[in-house]
């Protein structure tokens, strides 16, 4: 049975990364272009699924929530206030959304929310990430580093680079879901953002290295792993292929394998560990009637449920969007 929460858990984090991650991209890139007919084509390549996607993030929630407490507790004491700045970014992108169309005097005011959010979201959660990896300082089971103790030059490093991951995923999903102006305009972007995502890479390997990071051991003491990094290698060949012979659908499969490869990278240095080197998923997890109970309502129904839902809606709003002059007209 913990296993099984484990696995939702890890599926559940893996899709908010993969789904609400492109979505996010996008809201990003939306700031870099000031052509109304792209920004109106980007909104239009996410309206339809993008509140489906940001459900992921709740689901990991409830998961922490109910099937690791340790962990759920400690994350929210150390994370407390970014946190609450990412909800506010992603609350703020969310009613930009929707708000942008209704006034054309406060557009601007709304476009700027849209990116701003969306850029806030990213780069927090990207900092969470470095400051997990890096180590959170806690002792006896708690988290005793303070209001600022998972801030560190690494983390912010780690923020910026999953920016520019969600925005290449973002760009990546344009390509596929867009045609004309705004299909070229994100080709023309796909290289400079890999560019950029792989000096982010090299410069976090560096810094690994430098200060003598714990997972580094971890990776010598298993091999294996390095099978991951060479899955991500084989994937940013492929994609830069496709991009070069304009496969449309190529490069966003091809990315979204390197943020797999990345997940599993980090999922499998870190295991038995939930909060690396501090708490195993033993130490973490409720007692068995807790993680059983939950498995009859949310794990036989709801999780499956959810599942088919995002099946069904990726499936019913394939293809490309139309031009997107004609867009919420």
Not at 104 to 132: E, H, K, N
Not at 168 to 192: D, F, H, M, N, T
Not at 305 to 311: A, C, N, Q
Request: net charge neutral; charged share 10%.
């Amino acid at each position: 049975m913990l296993m099984f929460w484990v696995f939702v858990l890890a599926l559940s984090v893996l899709l908010y990364v993969l789904l609400d991650g492109f979505d996010l991209g996008i809201g990003i890139l939306f700031g870099l272009t000031g052509n109304e007919a792209n920004r109106r084509g980007m909104m239009a390549a996410v309206a339809p699924i993008w509140d489906g996607n940001e459900t992921w993030l709740v689901v990991a929630g409830v998961v922490l929530w109910g099937a690791f407490p340790i962990v759920y507790a400690t994350l929210f004491s150390a994370f407390y206030l970014p946190l609450l700045l990412m909800l506010a970014g992603l609350i703020l992108r969310g009613v930009a959304f929707e708000f942008r169309y209704k006034s054309a005097l406060m557009r601007p005011v709304w476009d700027l929310g849209f990116t701003g959010g969306s850029l806030a979201a990213a780069f927090i959660q990207g900092l969470m990430v470095g400051a997990l990896v890096e180590g959170l300082p806690i002792a006896g089971g708690r988290y005793v580093g303070g209001e600022f103790g998972w801030f560190s030059p690494f983390a912010v490093l780690c923020g910026v680079g999953l920016c520019l991951g969600y925005a290449l995923l973002g760009a990546c999903w344009l390509v596929r879901k867009s045609e004309g102006a705004l299909r070229e305009y994100a080709y023309r972007l796909i290289p400079y953002l890999a560019i950029g995502l792989l000096a982010f890479l090299i410069a976090v390997f560096a810094y690994a290295l430098a200060v003598d990071l714990r997972v580094i051991g971890r990776w010598l003491e298993r091999p294996y792993l390095f099978v991951f990094p060479a899955i991500g290698i084989v994937a940013a060949i492929v994609l830069a292929v496709g991009v070069r012979s304009r496969r449309d659908g190529l490069p966003f499969h091809m990315v979204a394998l390197m943020f797999v490869a990345a997940f599993g990278t980090l999922a499998i240095s870190f295991w038995p560990y939930m909060i690396p080197f501090s708490i195993t998923v033993e130490q973490a997890a409720a007692p068995h009637t807790s993680l059983a109970f939950m498995f009859w309502g949310e794990g036989l129904f709801i999780f499956p449920l959810m599942l088919l839902y995002t099946v069904i809606s990726y499936s019913v709003f394939r293809g490309k969007i139309g031009p997107a002059s004609k867009l919420y007209e």
